[in-house]
């Protein structure tokens, strides 16, 4: 018994320590002014397929785990619908966590907010969206129609509630 689930955590090991896909391709970055978001599907915490709603008028990106935390403390403070009754959209970018981590810890904490999350799982994707950014700080990109019309690059939830109901 003692050799199976030695055998099982070498086997875990080596598949999360296996060598990543090399990542120093040119990647498009997502969050530049022009660009258009209107297509943006991602899910949400409930694994629900979500786009961007026309009426979005800001997203707000946290990359790092302390921005994210950050950001659903002050958003488990408003009401469920502050979001959308500010034209906001909020995505979390997850995808540097291992996938154990996602799975037993990160996604089922997720699922206990009110208020929308949509997930950046995919390293690949959330690549694009990183590059070119501070990905330690709060992203916020302004939209008209889809496009981009302005980032912010934010580091307080002051800033954070400001921006949001800044209409």
């Known amino acids: ?23 120093n391709t040119k990647v498009e970055a997502k969050i530049v002014i022009g660009k258009s978001l209107a297509d943006l599907t991602l899910n949400d915490q409930f ?6 709603k026309e009426n979005t ?9 302390d921005m994210a935390h950050a950001c659903n403390d002050f958003f488990v403070t408003q009401s469920p619908s502050y979001l959308d009754e500010n034209y906001t959209q909020f995505v979390a970018d997850v995808s540097s966590a291992p996938s154990i981590v996602r799975s037993m810890f990160i996604m ?3 699922k206990d907010f009110k208020h929308t999350v949509l997930i950046l ?3 690949k994707t959330a690549l694009g969206f990183k590059t070119g950014i501070d990905a330690e700080k709060i ?5 008209e129609e889809g496009k981009i019309t302005q980032i912010k690059t934010i580091s307080s939830i002051e800033e954070l509630k400001n921006i949001i109901e800044d209409k």
């Open 1 to 23: 018994m003692k050799k199976i689930l030695f055998g099982l955590v070498a086997a875990l090991l080596l598949v999360g320590c296996s060598p990543k896909e090399d990542t």
């Open 47 to 52: 694994e629900k397929k979500q786009t961007l």
């Open 57 to 65: 008028k800001k997203i707000i990106f946290a990359f790092s785990k």
């Open 108 to 110: 089922p904490g997720l």
């Open 121 to 123: 799982e995919d390293e």
């Open 139 to 143: 992203i916020v990109a302004y939209l």
